[in-house]
């Protein structure tokens, strides 16, 4: 299991949070998913057999965010 944080850009409020959370928690693979709304912040604990970091990189900016 892979834990990594990464800097996403453009989430403002709940519904940013809703919609990272729920389209990265909908990746196989995906274990968990935490949105820091604050420091604009997404943790993210994923098994990388399954799924890999520019998928879930692909899903955040297919949301409409900037991942660093
Ligand atoms: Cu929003």
């Given at each position: ?36 709304l ?31």
């Amino acid at each position: 299991m892979e834990n990594i944080t990464l800097n996403v850009q453009g989430m403002s409020c709940g519904h940013c949070v809703n919609a990272v959370e729920s389209s990265v928690g909908k990746l196989n693979g995906v274990e968990q998913v935490k949105v820091h709304l604050e420091s604009g912040k997404v943790d993210v604990s994923f098994d990388n057999e399954k799924v890999t970091l520019s998928e879930i990189k692909e899903t955040i900016d297919d949301q409409g965010y900037d991942v660093a």
